[in-house]
């Protein structure tokens, strides 16, 4: 079928997801799979017990645009606990279709044309072409290395009349780094006395490591009293393939929030908020999130220690960035490229994720594998590591 007449595309920069590409390299050359960020095992066994249950208790039409009542207190009611923060159930939290639709939504309900959000890189791939979709401009500071931090003094300069929001993303993907106690008291200061309103991306709240303590925008009554907070359960449970997360934020935001998202998606997956329902009755299935992936990082570290890879510790998410020191044409995605063709291991390279990317030679891994997948990839990175960067 042929299309004879003129497309004006939205987004004309866009090209497939960089996750969608290197999950086809790696199944193009049978290697391990470290790129996309998805769990290499099972959740447990009481998820699919309680989506059973949902299916015999009849589960199988529509729920409520806004999500399942259970599912809502349940959320309201581990947001209190983990954070002293009061959201109301029925005018304060959405069930959305996954993280990403939480965010489109967010990003939709607030942007209009000729609006600026300011936005971190390295970032999540989704963020700067949802805010072009809806008309906006994605004002992009870096962060800063070697550890990431945040830039503060260029975002004050960045604030401007047509400055909509700042999204903002803790524990951070792609770079396992968090935001402190004095950054998120550096962005209260900041947003006093604007109309600048606040995204954060929080999709990685139960998993930090080495003690350090998720500081997320809910425990900050100034800041969330202008923010959208978007969680997965689907990364907390290892069921990412379910696409069921949650977004938080005071009633008048989620009125124009919700506005969006009853076009969007209308109603999320019925059996699907069942089985979380049931899942956050149990503390455990979240509160033992962090040492459990913190071991699998470990593993991962301790088989690289003494190699070629230069690496700081991920302090959360599941993700591990690797750098490394080669001829500049050595470029990260051709090292991605050689990793996953010579070698059976495919990353990310981190240049993925930006708008605009120098040069870099860094990779982000995913380590929610098994221990024996991790001991592999790591025995195949560190001989890649004496072949290629000697």
């Known amino acids: ?9 939205k987004l004309p920069r866009v090209k497939t997801t960089i996750f969608t590409r290197m999950t086809q390299m790696a199944q193009a050359n049978g290697a391990l799979n470290l790129a996309q960020g998805f769990p290499g095992f099972h959740p447990h066994p009481d998820l699919a017990k309680f989506m059973v249950e ?13 999500g399942l009542p259970e599912l809502r207190h349940a959320v309201a ?3 209190e606990s983990l954070y002293s923060a009061k959201y109301d159930s029925e005018t304060e939290i959405t069930i959305t279709a996954g993280a990403t639709q939480g965010l489109f939504s967010a990003i939709c309900s607030l942007v209009r044309e000729g609006d600026e959000v300011i936005v971190f890189e390295p970032a999540y791939d989704s963020y700067v072409p949802a805010i072009e979709a809806c008309g906006g401009k994605a004002r992009l500071v870096s962060l800063e290395g070697p550890d990431y931090s945040v830039p503060w003094d260029q975002v004050k300069k960045l604030m401007r009349p047509e400055t909509r929001a700042i999204l903002i993303n803790s524990p951070h993907n ?4 968090l935001l402190g106690h004095q950054d998120l008291l550096q962005l209260e200061k900041m947003l006093t006395s604007t ?4 995204i954060s991306d929080e999709v990685y709240e139960h998993m930090t490591f080495d003690g350090y303590e998720h500081q997320s925008v809910a425990r900050y009554p100034n800041l969330a009293s202008r923010a959208f907070v ?3 359960f689907g990364k907390t449970y290892h069921a990412t393939g379910w696409k069921t997360g949650f977004v938080l934020a005071p009633a ?3 009125a124009e929030f919700r506005k969006m998202h009853q076009y969007q998606v209308f109603a999320v997956h019925s059996a699907s908020q069942y089985a979380f329902a049931r899942m956050l009755e149990e503390p455990k299935h979240y509160s033992e999130l962090s040492a459990f992936y913190q071991q699998l990082r470990d593993i991962f570290l301790d088989e690289l220690k003494g190699s070629a890879w230069k690496f700081s510790p991920s302090q959360g998410t599941y993700f591990q960035v690797l750098h490394y020191e080669a001829d500049p044409s050595l470029t990260d995605e051709e090292m991605a490229k050689q990793l996953s063709s010579k070698f059976k291991v495919t990353p990310v390279p981190m240049s993925g994720f930006y708008q605009y990317p120098g040069p870099c030679q860094s990779l982000r891994f995913c380590f929610a594998k098994t221990p024996e997948e991790l001991r592999e990839a790591a025995r195949r990175l560190v001989m890649a590591g004496e072949a290629l960067l000697k």
């Not at 299916?55 to 409520?64: C, F, I, V």
């Not at 109309?195 to 606040?198: A, E, F, H, I, S």
């Open 54 to 66: 949902a299916l015999e208790k009849g589960k199988y039409q529509y729920a409520p645009m806004t």
């Open 195 to 198: 109309d600048v309103l606040l």
């Open 77 to 79: 009611k581990v947001v």
């Open 174 to 177: 792609p770079t396992g780094t």
């Open 252 to 254: 008048p935001l989620m």
């Open 230 to 232: 978007v969680g997965s």
């Open 1 to 9: 079928m042929e299309f004879s007449g003129t497309l004006r595309t």
